[in-house]
């Protein structure tokens, strides 16, 4: 069932309906509060360049399961999260996102009590984010790492957890004005699970900023960041990857 939405009224009015729908946005439309998807229902803009949502006191998107976000430009303040999950099913079905431009962060975290999840995410674009400020990192060697602009994180600890993840075309950031904290961020839990596991993940270009004081040894970024519980059998750059500050990696794996 799609449903053509044309106001916040009619989104609220929409995702209060019990039956899962496709929603449609026609228009700009601005949130002052974050907006939970239900289990199956998929948002998309019928024309990207004219379907802004945005969320100006809030985070944005949230996710429970089977959720599909399309053809959308998704605006929140640089240091929230524009779309992210609730983790709050054992099964969290295939989040797809697609056609994306992004101001904020996105991230796909799931953690204890979720033990599965694909992801699909093509053609991502994210302009601005601060990432700086979530609590959930790892540390190995006695380093912390903080999360990106597109973070991917299995947080559950139990080994049998997954992420299965396809991501292409990911953008992060733009040349002189790159996203803060890392760029993109994938991490299992730890050694032995819980896991991501991804067949491919290709890049464009990518610019970020770790914001880290020279003489801060024990807190590390990068543009790519491949952290432990991580398997990867693919791993294409098809455009630069640029960082800016201290302790900022490039590619660390």
Known sequence: MKTKINSLTDLMAALNNNAP???????????????????GFSLKGANKENCIISF???????????NEIVDLIIQTNPNNRAIYTLSNHPNLG????????????VQILTRA??????LV?????IVACDARRYSEQPQKYGVNVYQGAFTVYNFNSDPDSVINATLTNISLGRK?????????????????????ISDTITTGDIYSNGMLP?????????????????????????????????????LDT
């Open 56 to 66: 100006n006191n809030s985070d944005g998107l949230g996710l429970t399961a089977d």
């Open 214 to 250: 020279f003489g801060q040894p024990d807190m590390i970024t990068a543009g790519v960041f491949i952290v432990n519980g991580v398997k990867v059998k693919s791993l294409t750059h098809k455009g630069s990857v640029t960082t800016y500050g201290v302790n900022d990696m490039v």
């Open 121 to 125: 995410a093509d053609n991502i674009d």
């Open 176 to 196: 002189g004005a790159p996203v803060i904290g890392s760029g993109l961020f994938i991490c299992g839990f730890g050694d032995n699970g819980g896991w991501v």
């Open 94 to 105: 295939t989040l797809s996102l697609k056609n994306l431009t992004v101001t904020g962060q």
């Open 21 to 39: 729908q496709n929603l449609e946005i026609q228009t700009s439309i601005l949130c002052p509060y974050s907006i939970v998807l239900p289990v």
């Open 113 to 118: 009590g979720t033990k599965t999840t694909k």
